[in-house]
């Protein structure tokens, strides 16, 4: 298997003009690492184990375990409102979020925006941001609907700093990565960096090329997406979640370990798994449940899947747009190798008529994302002011992929939630994210 996987990585790279990339597989107690390419196209820089990817939302998984150790060593509850470590949220402008617990937020139930921003993107405060979000709305009933939220994230690295009175990034390298043996490093921190990070790259449709990119993340948002690290550091993460370390019950408690895998009330993550726990998703498989986070940022993608029923754990980490396509490929030729590894391929209904496009365009918010669905010669486009522009496509009643015009990766999937009487689209299911609609 191992010469096997080293020629498809360097292959499956090539296939999609993906610049360099680790695979790391832990199996039967042994784990191997693959790595092909080079940390920027045009350069002679190779990959190697240690080089360190941005894992974008990948790190929701450290922030989320992080969260349950506090929890292990009874510093919190699951169940406890956020107002009651989140000081700024506790003023009478905040009075919807006085009911948010942080189980929900670990599990996107909490009905918060995606994607709140501080009007200062260098503004690196927690307490900032904390006070700013406590201006926002909720979408909908806490604990009833899933929504992926960027905000619930940060607002628990919030909650880390109030309870431990560390910064969320020094409570994050003593309780969890030194202890791990992972270097910790943030994408947003240029200063006194000890391994290499790889470029972000964006291969554009029918170009074959990658060409670099900037990569933007908020300073405030390192909860959500702030860390980078390599396949290698992804999967002795796993292995804390698998029980697969001497130290792992001292690191976090075996009942949360296991809490945090179970499924969670209301978390219908249609889009993006086939369910969620506590800081982690759930995908199906033939031979079950696995466990993992799936991150993207600009240029850049990162896997993370492990099996706690066999022990198995597996991580790719690449520096382009189309990594998402080059993990698809990857986990068909490990099926075909024996090993089912879970991943979402959502059912895409294709014998039912469609909704009329005029029930479906129009504009749908969620905080300060906003989505607009119009017509165009070749059917519906979708956009989001932000620069993604994509070519919709219907699959029966409600659901349908997204693919961008703008950058080559994986479809995107999603669906419309209609009003039953009227028929109108009321919602705009997107990559997790509820937006309502708002106009027509």
């Keep these: 298997m191992d010469a096997h996987l080293a020629v498809r ?14 695979l790391t597989v832990h199996r039967e107690g042994r784990s191997r690492s693959f790595v092909t390419g080079v940390t920027e196209a045009g350069t002679a820089d190779p990959v190697t184990p240690e080089t360190a990817f941005a894992l974008g939302s990948v790190t929701k998984a450290f922030t989320a375990t992080v969260t349950a150790q506090l929890v292990s060593d009874g510093d919190i509850d699951l169940d406890d409102r956020i107002v009651e470590h989140v000081p700024e949220l506790g003023g009478p402008e905040a009075t919807e979020l006085s009911s948010v617990t942080i189980r929900q937020l670990l599990s996107h139930t909490a009905a918060l925006v995606a994607d709140h921003e501080l009007d200062n993107h260098d503004d690196a405060s927690l307490i900032r941001y904390a006070a700013s979000a406590a201006n926002t709305e909720l979408l909908n009933a806490p604990g009833t609907v899933f929504s992926y939220s960027n905000t619930g994230y940060n607002l628990l690295g919030r909650v880390i700093e109030y309870v431990t009175d560390m910064k969320w990034r020094a409570a994050l390298e003593n309780f969890l990565l030194r202890p791990l043996g992972i270097d910790p490093l943030l994408v947003n921190d240029s200063t006194d960096r000890t391994r290499a990070l790889a470029t972000c790259h964006t291969v554009r449709p029918g170009d074959g090329s990658a060409h670099p990119v900037g990569l933007f993340l908020p300073q405030s948002w390192a909860p959500a997406s702030g860390l980078a690290a390599s396949a290698d550091d992804l999967v002795r993460f796993a292995r804390l979640h698998l029980g697969d370390r001497p130290d792992a019950d001292v690191l976090l408690a075996a009942e949360l370990r296991a809490e945090m895998a179970q499924a969670a009330p209301g978390a219908d993550a ?156 009321v919602v705009l299911q997107l990559a997790g994210r509820s937006a309502r609609r708002t106009a027509a």
């Design 9 to 22: 990585l360097a292959e499956t790279a090539r296939d999609h003009a993906v610049p360099g990339a680790q």
């Design 270 to 425: 249609f889009g993006m798994a086939d369910g969620w726990g506590l800081g982690l998703a759930r995908y199906d498989s033939p031979d079950g449940v696995w466990l993992g986070h799936d991150g993207t940022v600009d240029g850049g993608t990162a896997h993370l899947r492990f099996h706690p029923d066999s022990g198995t754990a597996l991580a790719l980490t690449t520096n382009a747009t189309t990594g998402t396509l080059l993990w698809a490929d990857l986990v068909g030729c490990l099926g075909r190798l024996g090993l089912a590894v879970g991943d979402y391929r959502p059912r895409l209904p294709g014998t039912a008529r469609p909704l009329a496009a005029d029930r479906l365009v129009g504009d749908y918010r969620n905080g300060d994302t906003s989505f607009s669905v119009r017509r165009h010669p070749t059917g519906l486009r979708l956009s989001d002011g932000t620069g993604l522009v994509a070519e919709m496509a219907l699959h029966g009643q409600s659901v349908f992929t997204a693919r961008r015009l703008d950058a080559q990766e994986a479809a995107y999937t999603g669906r419309f939630v209609t009003d039953p009487v009227t028929g109108e689209a």
